[in-house]
């Protein structure tokens, strides 16, 4: 994230920061993909964005996690020496749009077992996240803040956000 933060001419801590500072928290879940053997029935997880800030993934050798990316969806490969990063949506609103939340869906294994443990970096629920003030100086804010508990509520229920 501190990368991150540089990438938008701030300093090092400003996403840190804006996700919470010390109160973020991580989920971790543990995930199990049973084969299936008509993969036009079901994706193991739809297209969709993560609702958090930023989400550090480790699969197995199963292939299956797809990121969208120049207008189609390509498969994002195992390697056993690196952990996929996911820019999510908090991310996205912090920065004023700056960095997009990755689109991204899992396609299951006609055959093969598939696990992943992704580990998701989250505001606490009490935290508010917009666009972070020193990205709305010259620019307009592009989103709403949003206490995370409604944001969490509204993206789960699929409801209107902005
Ligand atoms: O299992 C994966 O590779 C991705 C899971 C995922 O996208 C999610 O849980 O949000
Ligand atoms: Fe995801």
């Not at 869906?105 to 443990?117: E, F, G, H």
Request: aromatic fraction near 10%; charged fraction near 25%; hydrophobic fraction near 40%.
């Amino acid at each position: 994230m501190g990368w991150l933060s540089e990438g938008l001419g701030l300093h090092r801590d400003a996403l840190k920061e804006g996700l919470g500072g010390e109160t973020v928290e991580y989920l971790m879940k543990i995930i199990f993909y049973p084969p299936c053997p008509k993969l036009e029935l079901l994706y193991g997880a739809p297209h969709h964005t993560d609702l958090n800030g930023i989400t550090f993934l480790i699969a197995d050798e199963v292939d299956g996690l797809q990121a969208y990316q120049d207008n189609k969806w390509v498969d994002v490969k195992y390697d056993d020496s690196s952990i996929v990063v996911i820019i999510a949506d908090q991310i996205k609103r912090m920065s004023n749009g700056r960095y997009k939340s990755g689109e991204h869906r899992v396609t299951m294994d006609t055959v093969r077992t598939r696990l992943s443990w992704p580990v998701f970096a989250e505001p606490n629920l009490d935290h508010v996240v917009g666009p972070l003030a020193e990205l709305v100086i010259d620019d307009a804010p592009k989103f709403k803040p949003y206490v995370y508990r409604e944001y969490k509520y509204l993206k789960m229920n699929k409801l209107p956000i902005d």
